[in-house]
């Protein structure tokens, strides 16, 4: 029995499934992290730990082909300790790719169009004729809009305006305040200048809480973040210069969870592009590798 191993290596956790050629899921394994700027010699262990177990259960079968996506692989340094690691554990035919590759591949079957994801983090990325583009994905230094932590932001900045202008405080900085423990707007910088990028996303659900109350400060960063992930998407397709009939995939909790988002995003994408075909899926990424991996073997 030949078979393909898909790796989706993240930052919490990495999964493999093995893939028969037919695109049947034979086995299926976990291990821990596999994002390399973590720390790359146990990502390494994890994604090779994921592998072998993945393998185990397969009798008299034959691995033809091993494809990763792995967060974070495009700000590795030296990619040669992955991939001597790989080599040496299983002499097998692989490559590596982000994993945003592996969505985009998973969610268009391994056809041209575009993926924009909105989870913590923000990205769009496209394909068209052999050509991959991306706009977005900076992190949230230098960009991120209409990511959760975007999102988050923009209600804690709007508490300090109001905090400035000495307005009175909205039903959206009451809640806020509320759920951090704080009396005060001037407390925040407690939490802001010690929280993790995921810390402060977690505020993103009583947002969108109170945007279904009928919070206009809440329904107006929604609205906005779904611009701006709309933007990313129309500036990935300008960048790969594709037609009306474009496929926009979406992933991510941000943009299949939250209506106010979603129904934001289409639309906006619907002002330039009417005709686009929109897939909200949730598939394993992993059998993005599936289908990479079939096009590298054929």
Same mark, same amino acid.
């Given at each position: ?7 989706? $290596? ?110 913590? $983090? ?25 990511? $959760?932590?975007? +999102? ?64 206009? +400060?809440?329904?107006? +960063?929604?609205?906005?973040? $779904? ?64 289908? +990479? ?6």
């Amino acid at each position: 029995m030949n078979y393909i191993i898909g790796v989706d $290596g993240g930052g919490t956790k990495t999964e493999a499934v093995a893939y028969g050629v037919a695109g049947n899921i034979i086995s299926e394994s976990k291990a821990g992290y596999g994002n390399l700027l973590i720390n790359e010699e146990h990502a390494i262990t994890n994604i090779i730990q994921a592998i072998e177990q993945c393998k185990a259960p397969i009798e008299n079968g034959k691995c033809l082909y091993i494809c990763l996506g792995l967060a974070g692989y495009g700000g590795v340094k030296n990619p040669q300790g992955i991939k001597s690691a790989l080599t040496k554990a299983f002499n097998i035919p692989f490559t590596i790719v982000n994993d945003g590759i592996i969505a985009h591949a998973a969610l268009l079957k391994g056809k041209d169009g575009v993926l924009t994801i909105s989870g913590t $983090g923000a990205v769009s990325i496209g394909t068209h004729d052999g050509a991959v583009e991306q706009a977005g994905g900076w992190g949230h230094l230098l960009g991120d809009e209409g990511s $959760g932590y975007w +999102i988050a932001m923009k209600a804690f900045i709007n508490m300090t305006k109001e905090d400035d202008e000495g307005l009175e405080q909205s039903q959206l900085t009451g809640a806020l305040l509320s759920k951090l423990g704080f009396q005060r707007v001037g407390d925040l910088k407690k939490f802001i200048y010690s929280a993790t990028k995921a810390d402060i996303a977690a505020f993103v659900p009583l947002i969108v809480e109170q945007a279904e109350a009928s919070d206009e +400060i809440s329904e107006k +960063i929604l609205i906005q973040a $779904g611009y701006h992930l709309a933007k990313n998407a129309l500036d990935v397709c300008r960048k790969l210069n594709v037609g009306e009939n474009v496929t926009i995939a979406m992933k991510g909790s941000i943009l299949t969870q939250v209506r106010l988002v979603q129904s934001s995003f289409i639309e906006h994408i619907q002002l330039e592009k009417p005709d686009v075909n929109f897939i909200v899926d949730e598939v394993s990424s992993t059998l993005g590798c599936y289908y +990479i991996a079939v096009k590298h073997i054929s």
